[in-house]
């Protein structure tokens, strides 16, 4: 305590008024002024140059180079036609099943899932949305994920709970809804809660955010 007098009180204005964010990945030419801009740490083999695609690796998996002094950076997947095919094909065979299941169980299940990820693997989905989002990790940790975990967190209990209205109703179908584009944690999951929790399925992009709702049975 003693040497916390001494030293004052911390800065704390002045380290958020000096901190910076990462771009949000919506393309490439925003981030690329700021990664130059902010010069790595010597030795660290990341100079500044022009970023070149790499080798091309098995399952569709290139690699990311930096033309100086060409270490491979990154590894990312890439995706083509007949992925999107079997994951179209996996939902399918999914929707009967998941539809099947009656509220009060998929509500369950959604709750377990929000619970899971909001617990055990916090730090894992923090992780994540820092690195798809460009924001600290601190934010994503606090309001960033608390936010998306409630967005499936209230349809979870709605459907446990039942509906009112909805007696006798039949869900249509899956369970999925494709964005094109980056999307947020909580831009996904005001969409896919509800649907998830009503046994629905539809499909929509990025930028009709307010008309990709199915219908209720």
């Keep these: ?125 923090g992780a994540l949305l820092a690195l798809s989002g460009g924001r600290p990790l601190c934010r994503t940790l606090g309001a960033d994920l608390d936010l998306g975990l409630r967005l499936l967190q209230v349809p979870a209990g709605g459907a446990q709970l039942g509906p009112p209205g909805l007696e006798g109703w039949t869900p249509l179908g899956v369970v999925a809804v494709v964005l094109m584009g980056p999307c947020s944690l909580s831009a996904l999951l005001w969409k896919l809660g509800p649907l998830l929790a009503m046994g629905e399925w539809q499909r929509g992009r990025l930028g009709t955010l307010g008309t990709v709702w199915g219908p209720w049975g």
């Excluded at 022009?50 to 100086?68: D, F, H, K, T, Y």
């Design 1 to 125: 305590m003693a040497a916390l007098v001494a030293l004052g009180a911390p800065p704390v204005p002045k380290i958020f008024a000096t901190m910076e964010e990462g771009p949000i990945p919506a393309g490439i030419n925003p981030g690329e002024p700021w990664i130059w801009g902010h010069h790595p740490a010597p030795g660290s083999g990341l100079g500044p140059g022009p970023w070149i695609g790499g080798q091309g690796l098995e399952w569709g998996w290139p690699s990311v180079a930096c033309l100086s002094p060409g270490r491979t950076v990154a590894v990312v997947p890439a995706g083509d036609s007949s992925d999107l095919a079997a994951a179209v094909a996996a939902a399918a065979a999914a929707a009967e099943a998941w539809a099947g299941l009656g509220g009060p169980e998929r509500g369950q299940r959604l709750t377990w899932l929000a619970t899971t990820l909001g617990s055990d693997r916090r730090a894992t989905m």
